[in-house]
């Protein structure tokens, strides 16, 4: 301070200036920038000082270090300030993170004069300053409009770029535009490839411009559905990061853009991992720019599992920040406030929800948030019993994702329309949507939908592999997302069971595809615990019963001592994790993972019982008897002859015959001889002893005319059981003379 003093006292205001000046080449020529820009701006320089800011501000910028910068400006006095258009741009940049409002009218000031002097340099910074400081105000999108036509006439007046530079930071901000705003723009893809080409190829180009050409990559290929795209971006976007000391914003950027990825990718864990270090380091940095994005990506991340707890926190957190949200932050809180009330089949709450989303929507201009809302509005309205407003919402959605390249909601549309026309039994177009649905969900390997509805989604998987759609794709989604329907899908064989136990025609264990062979001496005795376990019926079978059938002789304590070293050495067999429970002396099979074909057979015979009851269509009851044959391959355990064993074998049988009994009564009351003729001969294979049958086919083939073909199985008859005396002899008899005519009919 003495020198200084001393220096106003010797030299005059010119001369300290010029000293000053001296002083800051000096600085500058050394490399020590800062301290050549601030004497530049003590000693009034301002031209130079504003030179040197506008060369070495985007550095400044990108170390976070906006106070630094912002200081710098303040000092200009204010007709400069007001009047420079390279001074509004950089207080624009400065502002752009905290005040995105005042920035974009300090742009506005900015490119104005920049038009007005020609200065193409300035006007593509400002317009890059621009764009980016729409995608931070997460309010409305549609500006964009208004930019990209901007742009478009620029280009059209100057189309080559001032530098490699400035084309990279137009790319990104045109990236994001298209990512927010018009995904299906029609210069998309050329924009994109141009991105593609700067991050890999961009010769010269600072790494933290590229860094954010990959962030508006990410969010690109991530909200138009490309997920496998948007990973391997997120993995070069972690390379370009490597070690390297960073501004927080570009990790908090990345943490963000992970917790995105991970929740639409179906994985709850890395998203919520994301979103809480995204958020740790927010706090550590004081830059929340972002925070509260994060926030939503972890609600939604929360619900996938059905985390509600965590799902819950993170609403509290949300709406305690609400007033201070965007358009988009607070379309983005009420679509996941949907989501969570409509888990909770909270309908009246949902709807509400949804009014507010769709209120918002249009004004922030994003096609793929409005396809959103209209299909949780869509959901909410069925819910509640709105049918036709529920289908016109539905539709509003789909037409939406057909205008847009929004896969992933597209695939939650068709999957939507399907569960619609399967719950009013129309299996037809059912089918047709449920296909259309997985047809996008196949190629762009999709495991989950935003508003997905796991119960839903298992019932809509049974559906497809029992008509054989997507067989391979959705065998692979129930395993990713453990999808199990209410009611069990034994009929299924072609589930993706972990394990599948064949017994009626022959034995055979499947463990994930693969047959189980025995090396060496097979282990019988735990086979034949499972034979055991399932001819009691596989389920909740007392340990006590199973170990008196295997080890009759042995006392108590033996036996106990033998059913536990069995059972262990079984469930190395099976090598299937928790297959086998044993709970309070009961055991069980895991039916989540295991299929039995007697189980399935049962379950079909069940179902045929069913519709005889309530007098379903005969082709729905022939469905499931043609079904329950095929499960139906011989005897239970052939090659065993234990007394359990026989006892299955028998009720299995008899099941067999009562159902082909009964649906044949069914098509001899419809006059369907040949249907009814096709059942008994089935029935004779299986068992030749059914000395009904024989009268029934005989019956069936007079009443079709076919004489030589029921003397046939009179024959055959008679072969089988020569002339008795008794009841069924004498019916056979009777029908033999009017077959030929000796009895008049």
Not at 59 to 74: C, D, K
Not at 175 to 196: F, G, K
Not at 711 to 739: A, C, E, P, T, W
Request: glycine letters at 6%.
């Amino acid at each position: 301070e003495f020198l200084r003093d001393r220096c106003e006292q010797v030299f005059s205001a010119d001369e300290i200036k010029k000293i000053l000046s001296d002083a800051a080449i000096l600085y500058i020529n050394q490399g020590k920038i800062e301290e050549g820009i601030s004497l530049h701006i003590q000693a009034e320089n301002w031209k130079d000082a504003i030179s040197l800011i506008s060369e070495h501000g985007p550095t400044v910028l990108m170390q976070g270090r906006f106070r630094t910068l912002g200081n710098w400006l303040q000092q200009f006095p204010e007709n400069i300030a007001r009047t420079d258009p390279w001074i509004l741009y950089w207080t624009a940049m400065c502002l752009m993170l905290q005040a995105p409002d005042k920035a974009q009218s300090l742009f506005d000031q900015a490119l104005t004069v920049f038009k007005k002097n020609g200065d193409v340099v300035g006007m593509y910074l400002t317009l890059s300053g621009m764009g980016e400081s729409l995608a931070y105000r997460f309010d409305t999108f549609v500006l964009y409009d208004q930019w990209i036509e901007t742009l478009e006439i620029l280009l059209e007046e100057y189309p080559d770029f001032p530098s490699i530079d400035i084309e990279a930071r137009i790319t990104l901000v045109m990236m994001t535009a298209i990512a927010l705003r018009q995904p299906s723009y029609v210069h998309a893809d050329e924009w994109r490839n141009r991105a593609l080409t700067l991050v890999n190829k961009g010769n010269g180009l600072d790494d933290s411009i590229r860094i954010h050409i990959l962030n508006s990559l990410i969010l690109e290929r991530t909200l138009t559905g490309h997920l496998t795209e948007a990973d391997l971006l997120i993995t070069s976007f972690k390379n370009s990061i490597g070690n390297r000391d960073i501004p927080p914003v570009v990790t908090i950027n990345l943490k963000n853009f992970e917790a995105l990825y991970n929740w639409r990718s179906g994985n709850t864990k890395k998203c919520l991992e994301a979103v809480s270090e995204g958020l740790m380091l927010a706090e550590q940095s004081g830059v929340h720019i972002i925070s509260f994005i994060l926030l939503v990506n972890g609600v939604a991340g929360a619900l996938i599992d059905g985390n509600f707890k965590q799902a819950d926190s993170y609403l509290d957190l949300l709406e305690s920040q609400l007033d201070y949200a965007g358009s988009y932050g607070k379309l983005l809180y009420h679509f996941n406030k949907t989501w969570r009330y409509l888990a909770d089949n909270r309908w009246g709450e949902a709807l509400a929800q949804c009014k507010y989303a769709l209120q918002i929507a249009p004004l922030v201009g994003n096609p793929e948030s409005l396809a959103i809302s209209y299909l949780a509005h869509s959901l909410a309205l069925r819910a509640s019993a709105d049918f036709d407003f529920a289908e016109s919402e539905l539709e509003n959605a789909i037409a939406l994702c057909e205008s847009h390249p929004i896969h992933q909601v597209a695939f939650g549309c068709h999957l939507t329309k399907a569960e619609v026309y399967f719950s009013s039994g129309n299996e037809v177009k059912g089918l047709k949507s449920l296909q259309e649905g997985f047809d996008i969900g196949s190629k762009m390997a999709y495991n989950m939908f935003p508003l997905s509805r796991w119960s839903v989604i298992s019932d809509l998987c049974v559906k497809a592999l029992a008509s054989g759609l997507h067989e391979d794709y959705v065998q692979r989604l129930i395993k990713q997302r453990k999808l199990f329907p209410v009611r069990s899908p034994v009929h299924l064989e072609n589930w993706p069971w972990e394990l599948k136990i064949y017994c009626l025609g022959y034995f055979k264990i499947v463990i994930n595809g693969e047959i189980l062979r025995f090396k060496g001496k097979t282990q019988q005795k735990p086979l034949e615990l499972l034979k055991a376990l399932i001819s009691l019926g596989g389920m909740d079978v007392s340990e006590f019963l199973l170990s008196d059938i295997l080890w009759p002789e042995a006392d108590g304590d033996m036996q106990h001592q033998s059913f536990n070293t069995t059972l262990h050495r079984l469930r190395k067999i099976l090598k299937v994790q928790d297959i086998l429970s044993l709970n309070a002396g009961v055991l069980s099979l895991n039916e989540e993972k295991c299929w039995v074909d007697v189980w399935a057979f049962e379950q079909m015979i069940s179902d045929l019982d069913a519709t005889h009851q309530f007098d379903k269509e005969v082709s729905t009851q022939t469905l499931n008897f043609n079904k329950a044959i095929n499960f139906y391959q011989g005897s239970f355990l052939p090659n065993d002859s234990e007394g359990w064993v026989i006892r299955t074998r028998e009720k299995l049988h008899r099941q067999y015959l009562m159902s082909i009994e009964g649906l044949a009564k069914k098509f001899t009351d419809n006059c369907q001889w040949h249907e009814a003729i096709n059942l008994y001969e089935n029935g004779l294979e299986a068992d030749p002893s059914a000395a009904n049958f024989y009268y029934q086919l005989m019956l069936c083939h007079s009443k079709l005319g076919n004489m030589a073909s029921a003397l046939h199985v009179h024959g055959k008859y008679l072969n089988k059981f020569g002339s008795r005396d008794d009841h069924m002899s004498f019916d056979i008899q009777k029908l033999i003379q009017k077959i030929n005519g000796v009895i008049p009919s």
